[in-house]
């Protein structure tokens, strides 16, 4: 199996950025799609953002596409997302997920491997 953990959060003013890092051991990461995912108090887990084992499709969910981008550095066993124009609607734990497979995935449920996720709060 795969551990995740995830670093790069913390406090940011609307319109700030901030790039969160997620760093895998365990297994060989470019078999691992990877994906980013949030939850807000109070609600469910939500997808951001997915990308590919060769980092070569990328996916986001409307909310933040034209704001943040998914990629990764395979040598260095590492997802990053990139987070512009932030708003405080962004504010949330952030996690990083990885299953093995070929193509992107955006449900919470097709993810085996998690991590223990980063607090990003947006100011107004």
């Known amino acids: 199996q795969v551990q995740l953990v995830e670093s790069g959060g913390g406090l940011v003013q609307a319109g700030g950025s901030l790039r969160l890092s997620c760093a895998a051991s365990g297994r060989t990461f470019s078999n691992y799609a990877m994906g980013w995912f949030r939850q807000a108090p109070g609600k469910e887990r939500e997808f951001v953002a997915a990308?590919?084992?060769?980092?070569?499709?990328?996916y986001y969910a409307d909310s933040v596409k034209g704001r943040f981008t998914i990629s990764r550095d395979n040598a260095k066993n590492t997802v990053y997302l990139q987070m512009n124009s932030l708003k405080p609607e962004d504010t949330a734990v952030y996690y990083c997920a990885a299953r093995l497979g070929s193509t992107y995935y955006t449900r919470v449920n097709e993810y085996p491997y998690w991590g223990q996720g980063t607090q990003v709060t947006v100011s107004s």
């Open positions: 990308i590919t084992r060769s980092g070569i499709t990328t």
